[in-house]
Structures are given as C-alpha cells and as structure tokens.
C-alpha cells in the first residue's frame, strides 16, 4: 500500500482551493486561522488553556494548564474538575432541548428522530440502572454493541457516572472479547441480542457468552438490549435485559465530578507486538480537541446534518460520534449497517433523505462505491452536501478525485483527515475554508499540533524525504499510558529522541509547499480496509492452531481494502502439493476469524516447508512483501538455509 501510494502521489500536483459556495458559509477564515496559528506559537499553554475555558463547561476550573513534571505522562489541565456527559447533553438542554440529536436509522429501515432532551433523558435513566448494578466510578464497563444508539447511550451513561467504558467492535470474535474483558477487569458488560449487518443478524449476545465461558471472572453482569428479537440464553443471576435494568429509573441523573485527567475510555488497537493496547484517555483533554476539530475541520454549525459512518467500535466512532457532535450541540446520523444493502446506494439514500450536510468515511468505503459505477450515486440528491472527509488510511488519487467529482459535484472540499487511535482527535487535516487540497495528502498540521517528519536523530528533515511521523509537543487529547503499562507506552511512543517525541509511528513526506504525504507504517501494522491489525497478533492466532508449526504474515496492497492479508505458513506435517491447500486455507481463514475476527482471516495462504530468515533468526519480511506482491526479488538471499525455498514461497515449486 505505501509503496503504491508513494508512486501514484509523489506525482501528484493537482491543488483545489475550496470554493467559494463554501467560503461564503464557514465559521473559519484565513484570518481567523492564521491568528490560531500565532498565538499557538507565541503562548502555547494560553492557547489550549484559553480555549479549554471556551469550550468546556466546568465543576471546577483548572489552575495549571499543563503538567510536564512525569514526562511523558502529560497532565492537561491537571486540577480542573468537570463531567464529559454534562458536556455534551445537560448544556444543550437550555437552547436546543428540541434539536435533533440522532437521526437513527437501522439497516431493515426503521428510522427515529431523538432530541437532546430525550437523549439526556435516556441517558440519565441507563446510567441510573448501571448505578443499581452497583457499576461505580473508575469501574470499567465493556460495550460490545451494534451500531445502534443505545450504544452512544451507554458510552454517555458510563461518562456520566464516570466509569470507564472499553468498547469492542462487534466484528470482533469471542476470544478477542475475553482478552479485553480480562485486560480491563471488567465488572459489567452490555450487549444487545443481535445486529443487523449485510442482511444477517451478527448474534452479539452468543458470542458474548462464549467469551464470557472462557473466564472473565470479573464480570458479574451483562446487560441486554433487544434490538433483532433473536433466540438467545439468559443466565439467571447474571443476565438482564437492558429494558428490565431500566424500569424505575429516574430520568436524572447528577454528572459525577471528575478529575481532568481522569480515565475517559480505554480503546484496543493493534501494536507490532504482542496483544493489543488499551489506549488509555482523558476526560477534559480528550473532549476539548473533539469540539475543536468539529468546528476546525468540520465546520460545524447549527444547521448542519452531520454523518460520520465509522462504528463506535473505532475511535473514529468515538470521538465523532459518541462525543464531538454531541459537546457542539450538531445533529447527527448513526446508521446500523453496511454501504451495500440493499445495494450500492444504501449511503447516497440516507444522505439524500436525510439531509446531509457533512459526510465522513474510509477510503475503502470509497473505493467499494466507486467500483459501483457513477450511476448510482447520481440517482440521489446529493445538493445538501457540503462538506466531504476521509480517514484512516491514505487514500489514492483516483479515488479521491471521484469523491470530489462524483459525491462532491465539484463544490464540497475534501478533508483528509489523519489522526490515529493515539491521538484522539484529527492532528493532519485542512481547515476547509481556508486549505487549498491536494489529492492524497492530509495537508497540515492543525493549529496547536507540532507535526514534523525527521531522521533517527529527531532532525527535521528537508521537503520530500522520507522520515518519522513526529509530535513534538504535548496536546490536549493524546494518549495518557496504555491500560496498566505504563512501560510499554514509553517504549512504544516515546522510544526515540530522548524521549521527547511521540513517535506516531507512521513514515511521511512533508512536500515544497509544507504539505503532509503520509507513506505507511514503519512498524508491522497492516491497514485492512482503514482498520489497524497486528501482523503478529494474526501470526499467533495462525500458529495456535494444530496444524501449523509456523506463520508470516504480510499485508499486500489491495484495490479496495488498501491493504490484505497475506500469509506464509509452514504445516507440522507435509507440505501441501504445489504449496496450495484449499480445504486447509478454508479451515485456518475460519480459525483466525474465531481467534480475533473476519476482518483479520487472511485472503491468501501460501504453505512453505520453511521461512526466509537472516542468520540471526529474524523473518525476512520484506522478501515476504515482496513476494506477496509478486516482484522480481532484488535482495540478497544468499543467507537462505534453503535456497528453494524460493520457489516454494513464489508458489512456482
Ligand atoms: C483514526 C484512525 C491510525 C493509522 C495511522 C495511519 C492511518 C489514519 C490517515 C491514515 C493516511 C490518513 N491513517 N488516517 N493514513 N492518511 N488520513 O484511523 O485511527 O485506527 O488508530 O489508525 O491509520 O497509518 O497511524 P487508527
């Protein structure tokens, strides 16, 4: 993928200023943006400080802007108290009680309108219930949920009565649940019967209880929510339904006072080693940069319809779903399922139905559609729209230019945004209004985020060449340790550079004209369809398994998923025929869906009687890489055990 994108973007010139349709609208000016610019330059901690006082409505106002005393274990706005539910519900009942809040709308169609006031309401009585659970703050509650609003709801539930919520996307399988429920020591976990997804209900619930069959000890509830009427287990003295949990609960609720820094949520993502980190975030921080970037790089504004397709299993589905519409008062869509159902069209509809201003997906969401063909967008109003974004992996020119033309009709500008679990909220991205775009870049820093690309001495590097993705001051919203390792989190992040960075961990360009070209990992993370995944996590799923004595594992670029997962495996017994075993590939693409989830069974099994190491022992990825995608071999492979093991790997022997 990287490779790919370097060659189609490192001749990409094409630039668009935004046009004057939008212009005309946006909060942000040039000269609103460049006095951004200036002050976070000139006072960097009055700059957050002042706009924490904006933003955020607290208990108790903080004293100290940032504390850098256990570096790299920042402390922003250190002493102010506040509660994040508060912030993104109580304070909009006074203007905007009757304002949309969530437009619904299920994957068989169901569609509901639910104001601030009922959402409050709603979520005073759910956090309520999770009190009588005996649920207390800095308790931490899984939400293994579809994507439904009740989950926004226990996320807002668990922020109001500050326990810490872990949400696992429902694509996930039983055994990468139990990990995550035995990593945070979760005491509750709330799911739903069922989801609806590609036309099929994804039975949550049941794999819910195969996780919980495993151990997970800790957990002494799971709360239910009915959402597809589904046949499943209730375990007496554990289980109970999500509306039983509610019946007389009051519809207030009193936000619990919580520390600034106090954990908000733990997210898992993949490393290059080892199981996944639960990223640990702030309450104060985390949210003061999601309002930020909604009115940055969202522009957003009371009218708007916002759309972010991303699942609150992501922190995409964090940070501009669950909270970032909500702390600035906007109206948003959660949509339950897939792009395709009933067909190709399925988004364009809820974007012509419902008004939609401002629309937020994946490259690889994109890439689908446009595979789809020009016609079916084109049957929808798509004139609401006036604003597109990408995130999560780079995403191609061609790719680009047909959201730009198709979907954009030549008047939306494009944000491409960059940002990662780590971060919190968008770092890379332009200011619509202001930002001329260039097709495949994620343009510049935001005002207050110290980017720069620089060489192994932490030295900025000049226009074009490759180095590390760096941040090199604190901000707001970046991760506080990950879950009970503090160690790792120094080793991961702040390896490098004296320990002064944060090493991101993504390799980028910076171009002539200051712009961010973002050239892939340099750690062995793959992007599957804008979702990280460990080659080493889907290594160790493949070789728990009977059969297999050994596994590499390589991404390969792949038109519409960016990324795919390609893997090398050597059989304890014989080696298959020609190196190919389709019952043995259905079997383990099977088996790592139920170690970790569908999206992470590899699209390609290649069986060898051996791996390509160095004399040291250490897989020779790159050969890998290189033979996944089929490229004449360039690097010496004289150190081989086994020089035909070439052939084998190439599938010609
Ligand atoms: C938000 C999110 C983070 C990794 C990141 C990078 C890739 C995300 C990107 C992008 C190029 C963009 N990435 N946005 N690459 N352009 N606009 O995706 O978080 O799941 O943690 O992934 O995704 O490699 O390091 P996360």
Redo the contacts with the bound molecule.
């Keep these: 993928m990287a490779q790919n994108n370097i060659e189609s973007t490192l001749h990409e010139n094409r630039h668009f200023p935004p046009s004057e349709s939008f212009c005309k609208n946006s909060a942000l000016n040039h000269k609103k943006l460049d006095a951004l610019y200036v002050k976070a330059s000139e006072d960097y901690e009055a700059f957050w400080g002042d706009l924490a006082k904006q933003e955020l409505d607290w208990i108790k106002p903080f004293s100290k802007t940032l504390d850098d005393s256990n570096a790299p274990f920042y402390k922003w706005f250190a002493d102010g108290e506040l509660n994040v539910s508060y912030n993104c519900l109580d304070r909009q009942l006074k203007d905007n009680a009757n304002k949309t809040a969530i437009i619904f709308e299920g994957e068989p169609g169901d569609i509901q309108h639910i104001t601030y006031q009922v959402l409050y309401e709603k979520v005073c009585v759910f956090a309520n219930a999770l009190k009588k659970q005996g649920i207390k703050k800095g308790d931490r509650v899984i939400i293994y949920m579809p994507m439904v609003t009740e989950a926004v709801v226990a996320m807002q539930a668990c922020a109001r009565i500050g326990a810490i919520h872990s949400v696992v996307f429902g694509g996930f399988s039983a055994e990468a649940l139990k990990d995550r429920v035995e990593d945070t020591q979760a005491k509750l976990v709330i799911t739903a019967d069922g989801g609806h997804r590609g036309g099929k209900i994804i039975p949550l619930k049941n794999t819910a209880d195969q996780a919980l069959s495993k151990g997970c000890k800790s957990v002494e509830t799971v709360i239910v929510f009915q959402r597809c009427n589904n046949d499943i287990n209730m375990q007496d003295g554990r289980d109970i339904w999500w509306h039983d949990a509610e019946q007389e609960q009051s519809a207030e609720c009193e936000p619990e006072p919580m520390n600034a820094s106090d954990p908000l949520f733990l997210l898992y ?1 993949s490393g290059s080693t080892g199981k996944p980190k639960g990223i640990q975030h702030s309450s104060a921080g985390y949210l003061l940069n999601a309002i930020n970037t909604m009115r940055w790089v969202f522009d957003i504004q009371e009218k708007d319809v916002f759309w972010c397709t991303a699942d609150v299993g ?3 589905g964090h940070t501009y779903v669950a909270y970032g519409p909500l702390a600035v008062g906007a109206t948003m869509i959660i949509y339950e399922g897939v792009p395709t159902v009933p067909d190709a069209g399925r988004f364009w509809d809820v974007c012509a139905r419902h008004h939609v201003t401002i629309f937020y997906t994946a490259p690889t969401a994109i890439r689908a559609l446009m595979k789809a063909g020009d016609e079916i967008p084109q049957r929808y109003d798509l004139s609401h729209l006036r604003l597109l974004g ?6 191609n020119p061609e790719a680009w230019m047909w959201y730009h033309r198709v979907i954009g009709q030549e008047r939306c500008p494009i944000v ?7 971060t919190g909220a968008h770092m890379i ?1 332009p200011v619509p209004a202001v930002t001329v775009t260039k097709p495949g870049s ?1 343009t510049r820093a935001l005002p207050g985020i110290d980017a720069a690309v620089v060489n192994e001495q932490g030295e900025a590097l000049g226009p074009n060449q490759g180095g590390f993705l760096v941040i090199r001051k604190p901000w707001p919203a970046m991760i506080q340790t990950i879950w009970g390792d503090d160690q790792r989190y120094k080793d991961t992040y702040w390896p490098y550079f004296d320990g002064k960075y944060y090493l ?3 390799s980028a360009r910076i171009d002539e004209e200051g712009y961010f070209w ?1 050239m ?2 340099i750690d062995d ?1 793959l ?1 599957v369809s ?3 995944l460990g080659t080493m996590e889907i290594e160790s799923a493949l070789v728990a398994h009977e059969s297999v004595a050994e596994a590499a594992v390589v991404g390969k670029p792949h038109e519409v998923k960016g990324e795919s997962v390609f893997a090398y495996v050597v059989l304890k017994g014989e080696r298959p025929e020609g190196g190919v075993d389709e019952d043995m590939t259905n079997e383990l693409r099977a088996w790592v869906a139920e170690q970790i989830g569908p999206i992470a069974k590899p699209d390609e099994i290649r069986y060898s009687d051996n791996l390509p190491k160095t004399r040291s022992g250490k897989i020779m990825r790159r050969l890998l890489r290189a033979i996944a995608k089929g490229e004449e071999i360039t690097q010496d492979t004289s150190t081989l055990e086994n020089e035909g093991i070439l052939l084998q790997l190439q599938g010609k022997a």
């Design positions: 993502t992501w922190v995409t990408t995130v999560g992996e780079p995403i491409d945004t960059w940002w990662q679990t780590e991205a994620c991101a961990g993504d973002i892939g990992r993370v992007n804008g979702h990280r």
